[in-house]
């Protein structure tokens, strides 16, 4: 695929291809990452500097700290992704960054960062949707083409997304009330699991009984989604025991069921309804044992499924450059503002 931007200044056409190589950078939460992409699947640096360690002791992201430590490493992460990848700055056809959607203060760090990088070496600017991106990451060391259906699942969001080709795609679904991610971190916080808690509920419930206790699956719309009435039907669970032990895992096991199932049905009833054969997992939850585990049962079924290797599921700067590289954009203005939030 071809696509054009325009340069700054010259309005130049300079066009993107498979020998393109796009330099980014990703600042949305708490992951100040840089990476360097040729033709958007081929990955020649991916640097990521994690700020866990650090919102551990607040059990949460504090938006003004994450901004801080962005402010504190962009700088390192950037000479880092040159070096990494043994390129110059004067070597990479464009630079490219997170618009939003995510937390303001922090966006803002990467997004003014590489669009420094862009007017001073005169080289094209594009600005990435952070959700795009994440869908983007299942390009990276894959044949993966249009058409797809996606499963974006991740702290702030679940859509199912209908992508037709690289220009068009459509929202057919999405959550009424709380994402995956952010159930799971709320119920990990119900049975008094540390920050991060959902990879740590995902690692408790492999060794549950996902049938100890039947959970609700809300019935909404063909296509959408709601994990509140799920989180409230555990909190009831978890206060039932009324100070006596809590059966964490089965618990864990039981929530990651009725989570993971109801993904299930609607993705497959989205493949079905819609005529598609190839599905695709994208954001940070899509590193689930479960939900990847039940989403790759569809091959068994004669569908195509994607799903990024780890490093890439959760925030990092690949699948930027990579979403710069192969879909078209409507962000490349270098005075687009940073939003936080789709819609």
Known sequence: MNTTKNTLFSNKPVTIDENSIIMALESSCDETAGAIVRGGREVLANV?????????IYGGVIPEIAAREHLEAVNSVIDETFKQAGLKPEDVTAFAGTVGPGLVGCLLVGLNAVKTLALVHDKPFIGINHLNAHIS?????????????ALLVSGGHTQIIEVKSYSEMEIIGETI?????????????LIGLPYPGGPKLDKLAQIGN?????????K??????????LKTAVFRLVKSFD??????????ASFQECVSETLFKKVK????NRGYKTVVLAGGVAANSEIRRKIFNLQEEGYK?????????????????????LFENSLDDINVEVFSRVG
Request: proline share 8%.
């Open 305 to 325: 499924v994607y799903a990024p290797a780890m490093k890439y599921c959760t925030d990092n700067a690949s699948m930027v450059a990579s979403c710069a590289c």
């Open 243 to 252: 100070g006596k032990e809590l059966p964490v895992n089965d618990i864990c």
């Open 48 to 56: 990521v500097a994690s700020q866990i360690k650090t919102h551990e």
């Open 177 to 189: 009330d709380d994402a995956v991610g952010e159930a799971y971190d709320k119920v990990a916080r």
């Open 220 to 229: 909404v719309g063909e296509y959408d989604f709601s994990f509140s009435g």
């Open 210 to 218: 996902p049938k100890a206790f039947p959970l609700p699956q809300a």
């Open 269 to 272: 009833k989205a493949l079905v």
């Open 137 to 149: 990451a299942n390009f990276i060391d894959t044949d993966l083409e249009p058409p797809f259906i």
